[in-house]
Every structure is written in C-alpha cells, then in structure tokens.
C-alpha cells in the first residue's frame, strides 16, 4: 500500500512537472518569437513601402505588406545615376578594400607564426598595440590631408586596410590548424617560405580566408564614418553616405532643407528603395555571412 | 670527443646563415609594417597637437607649444565636461541592457529543444548585426517620426498621442540604446551558446537525478558554466566604457539632440574639429579618451587574468 501511494505521488509529480515544464516552454518559445519579430518588423516595414505606391504612402496605409503594389521607387533609383555613381564607388572600394586588406593580412600573419623568427614578438606588439591606441581623427584626417588623399577613393581603401584584429585571427588558425609537419615535408621537397605560403599554407585556410574576406567586404560596404570625414565631393559618396545625407541625419549642413519638405511623397518610397538597395547584398550574402562569421568569432575567441 | 673539435661559427657567420634562411618571412612583413607605420603610428605623432596652440599655417611641429592649456580648458567648460558624463551614461546603460540581453536569449535558445525553431530564431537575430548604422537608423527614423512614422501613426489610429520619440531628449536616449541592443543582442548569444555547449552533460543527469526542475538547472548549472565567459566579456565591456562609436550616435542624431544627449566624445571630436576648425582641443580631447582607455584595458586585462580568465592581451 505504502508502495503504491509513493508510486502515485511520484508519478504526479511527473505530470505536474511535466506541465509545469510545458508551460516553461510555451513562456520561451512566445519571448523568442516576440524577439525574433522584433528583428524583423523594422525591416519589413520599410520593405514594404518601398514596393508601395506614392499614394498607400501618403495616406498612411502601409504598415508590413506592399499596398499597391509598385517597383516605381526601384525604377527611379535605377534610373538616377547619382544613385548608379554611389554603388559604383562603393563596389569599387569595397573590393579594392578587401584585395588589399587580405595581401596585408596574409603577410603579416604568415611570419607571425614562425617561433624562431627573431623579432617577431616585437611585430607582434607593434600590431596589436594599434587595436588599443591610435591618433584619433584629426592626426589622421590632417594625414590624409599632407598625402593629398582627401577627396579621393584612396582615402577609404588605404588607412584602414591594416586590421590588427583580422591579423591575430589569421595567425591563430594557421597555428592551430596546419601541422608544422606538412610545412617541412614541402621544405623537404625544396619549396622556399613564399612556395610553402601559397601552395601549403593558405590552400589549408580557405575557410578563414573566406572569413576574413567577408569581413573586410562587409565592414567596408557598412562604414560611411571615414567617407563623412574625408570626401565632400558628392560625386565620390560611398552608398552608406549617399543614404545618410538623402535620409537627412546631417544635422548641421544645408542638407537638411533639401531632404525636407518639397517633394515629400516621391521622397518617402524612394528614401525606403534606398534602403533597400543598399542592403540588398548583405541580404543575398546572408547564408554566407552567418555561417562564416560565426566561424571568425570562434576564432577570435580563442585568443583575443 | 668529436663534439669539441667543432668550432662554434662566428657570430656573423651565424647571423648570415639565419638570413638566408628567414629573409623570405621579413620580406612579407615588409608591406605590412609600411601600410602599420604610416597610417597607425605616424597620426599617433599627430597627437603631440593637444600640447599646442595649432595653427594650419605653421603646421602641426611649427606651432607653438601650450603645456596642458588645451586640457584645462576641456576641463573648465561645461560643454565638454558633459560630453564626457553623457558619454559614460549612454555606455553605462548600454550595459545595463545591451550586455544582460545576450546572456538572457542564450538560455533561453539553449532551452529550446525543436532544432528547426532554434536555427531561424537564430537566423533571424543575427540579421541586425550585419546592418550598418545607417540603415539601421533609417529603419528606426521611419518608425518613429513623429508625423509620419509608423508607430505614431498606429498610435493615433487608435486614439493615442503623437510622441516625438526622436526629438525629446529623453526619449532618443531609450531609443540609442534600444537599438544597441537590437542591432548586437543576438549575435552576442554566439559566444555564450558556445559556453553552454561545453557544459558537461553529466552535471545536468546529476541536476535530474537530484530532482532538479528545468529553472533549477538553469540557476546551478547553466549560469555558473557560462560565469567565467560572462566576466571575461563584462571585463572587456568595462575596459571600452569611455570609447563611444561614432557612426551610431551621428546617424540617430537631429537638431534637437546633436547639442544634448547625443554630444558625445566622438561627436564633439568630430564637430569641434572637423567641423569648427579647432583641432587642437579636438585632439586633446581625443588623446584623454585614447588613454583613459588603455589604462582601463590594461587594468581590466589584470583583473580578468587575476580571476583565472585568460586575459586580452
């Protein structure tokens, strides 16, 4: 009998923690559906008029679906070749930015892993220490300045193709993950540093090395700080700086007047088009880019 | 026996050997040194500025010396002293939120047990860390505008007032740091799911067979598994506490705020330099929040190596 009612008892408190449990469940999946709209709702709005009509605009219908349906804002971002300059400078920079950064990278890394290199703690701190410190903006802007780079695509290729962070990550995975053995059997067969760096080392970090190319891509294509501070000619402005002016977030300039008031209609579709398109190849990279930076940071974590 | 009758090589002779053996791996770190040189260490000279009355005609060495002027008069003036306090206060509540927010959806996520569910909510957070700030400040501007945003107009759809959630200082301050943490909260789970996994699936049986309920484990097991990478993570937060990033400030900012919640120091840097012409006391400024900053990461590093974590550097 005793048996009996200990089985019972046991046997709800099962089911009492069993729904206690589901209830747990039910809490969390709601919290993280909520967070998870949360991520997305900003966008779809914006999404959404951009495929709208001028008018669903205008008289305030569209919230998270296009209302009447229209690409007019695309065609005329299309057609504006202001528009068409921005992507073209941003590409360009963008992969000019990211070739260079990886050369960089590669070099630097590569020697960094030798433990018998004499010197190589002293380059190891001399690109470490600038993840800590630096001259701020204006040393670099009057840098810029003395090499004649302001107003130039060079200025947003250049300074900050150096990446300290992207360095150790390099090195950290060609340490951890080539055998030193497959290096000395390729100096075995003859090959010098630079054939075992291109025919043994860096065919065994495709991965990292697409990583780092992502970002470096994605970095450059998101910045739009340095092209505020370097170009003011507006046949030089990268996508990112095209939008923030066109969006009117200068609160000092005179820009502001022009984004305002006088064609508000056109303005508003066509502001969300730009959005748009200026994230659309962060979109269509998205796979990618997750599954890739998701790497990076385990990486980096390692040490860094 | 042998062994001594080889006579060591000469030092030169050494030195040669060792070169025609490693001048491959100092000929890569030929470029790499120049492009560090130039553009890292070469504007670091440039700070010598904040002890100067500058002047563009006489350049940066020309101009004359000024001691600490430029300090005491960043120092005296309350604009700038408030910069630095407003600096500070949004990066204190960035981690008041923008920090716990991560750890939070981690477990949470780490709790779910349907796979599918589990990725596209993963999917799906991730998203905003690879907006830029612009963007990501378009989204929030055309929500919440007064007049014409979306959240406005719901608002007053059903009966509400207009809130002018971008113009009241007040208000821009939640919204800056609200959308920190949508842009950073979910690519920050990462480092912690990482964490979790690494938790010995035996301390969870023991939790079970001691009778332990699913938030019973998640207070002794979970949490304490991931403590050591929470303070690591919370070290490295402390140590940026003064750094403030431009580009998140400047996109949100408008008129009504540029002078009052969003003066910040890369702000003020920006526009009492850049856009004012006063270098010298936008360097200083920039030299006092670049060393404050390595002290406090240099003494977040020792903490966290004096807990038993790995460290930074």
């Known amino acids: 009998m005793e048996t009996n009612m200990e089985r019972s008892k046991r046997k709800h408190r099962a089911i009492h923690q069993s729904a206690g449990s589901r209830a747990f469940d039910i809490i969390i999946h709601v919290i993280l559906i909520i967070v998870g709209l949360l991520c997305l709702l900003p966008f779809l709005h914006v999404a959404a008029m951009s495929f709208s009509s001028n008018g669903a605009v205008i008289s305030q219908r569209v919230f998270f679906l296009p209302v009447e349906f229209s690409l007019d804002g695309y065609k005329m971002v299309i057609q504006d070749p202001s528009m068409m300059r921005s992507l073209w400078i941003t590409v360009l920079v963008t992969v000019g930015f990211t070739a260079l950064g990886m050369i960089l990278s590669i070099l630097a890394a590569y020697p960094l892993t030798k433990k018998a290199l004499k010197g190589r703690g002293f380059f190891a701190f001399l690109y470490m220490f600038t993840m800590y410190f630096g001259g701020g903006l204006i040393p670099e802007y009057l840098l810029m300045n003395d090499l004649k780079m302001l107003n130039t695509v060079w200025s947003l290729i250049l300074p900050l193709s150096f990446s300290a962070y992207n360095i150790i990550i390099l090195r950290s995975f060609m340490q951890s993950s080539i055998p030193d053995s497959l290096e000395e059997a390729a100096f075995l067969d003859g090959a010098s540093y630079w054939g075992v760096l291109f025919r043994v080392v860096l065919p065994l970090s495709t991965p990292v090395l697409a990583t780092l190319c992502l970002f470096f891509a994605v970095g450059r294509w998101n910045a739009y700080g340095d092209a505020l501070y370097y170009i003011s000619s507006s046949k030089l402005y990268p996508l990112q700086l095209k939008l923030y002016y066109l969006m009117g977030m200068a609160s000092d300039a005179a820009t502001l007047a022009e984004g305002g008031s006088t064609n508000y209609v056109t303005g508003e579709v066509v502001k969300a088009t730009c959005v748009m398109f200026a994230t659309l190849p962060i979109i269509i990279l998205y796979p990618f880019l997750q599954r890739y930076f998701v790497t990076g940071i385990m990486i980096g974590a390692v040490k860094g | ?313």
């Open chain 2, 1 to 313: 026996m042998s062994v001594k009758t080889v006579v060591p090589p000469k030092r030169r002779q050494r030195f040669s050997v060792y070169m025609s053996r490693y001048w491959p791996l100092y000929c890569m770190l030929i470029l790499p040194t120049a492009f560090c040189l130039l553009f890292k260490y070469w504007p670091m000279t440039g700070l010598v500025m904040a002890f100067k009355n500058f002047k563009m005609m006489r350049g940066i060495w020309g101009s004359a010396w000024n001691g600490l002027d430029n300090f005491r008069y960043l120092f005296s003036r309350p604009e700038s002293v408030g910069v630095i306090l407003q600096t500070l206060k949004l990066n204190l509540l960035d981690l008041l939120f923008g920090f716990t927010m991560p750890i939070i959806l981690s477990i949470l996520l780490n709790e779910v047990r349907s796979k599918a569910f589990k990725r596209i909510t993963q999917t799906v957070i991730y998203l905003p860390h690879f907006l830029s700030w612009v963007i990501i400040a378009s989204l929030f501007i055309m929500l919440l505008r007064t007049e014409t945003g979306m959240i406005n107009i719901i608002a007053s759809n059903m009966g509400g007032k207009k809130v002018p959630y971008l113009e009241d200082n007040f208000l821009w301050q939640v919204v800056y740091i609200f959308i920190g943490v949508w842009q950073s909260m979910g690519w920050g789970t990462i480092i912690y799911l990482a964490a979790i996994t690494g938790i010995s699936a035996e301390l969870y049986e023991a939790a079970t067979v001691d009778g332990a309920g699913r938030f019973a484990k998640i207070w002794h097991v979970t949490l304490p598994g991931i403590r050591g990478t929470i303070v690591t993570l919370l070290i490295m937060n402390l140590g940026r506490i003064l750094g403030s990033s431009f580009e998140r400030v400047n996109s949100l900012s408008n008129p009504y705020v540029v002078l009052k919640s969003a003066n910040v120091i890369s702000t003020y840097i920006y526009r009492v330099g850049l856009a004012n012409g006063k270098y010298h006391y936008a360097t200083a400024m920039g030299l006092f929040q670049n060393v404050i900053g390595i002290i406090l990461i240099l003494i977040a590093d020792r903490a966290a190596k004096a807990m038993g974590e790995s460290g930074l550097i």
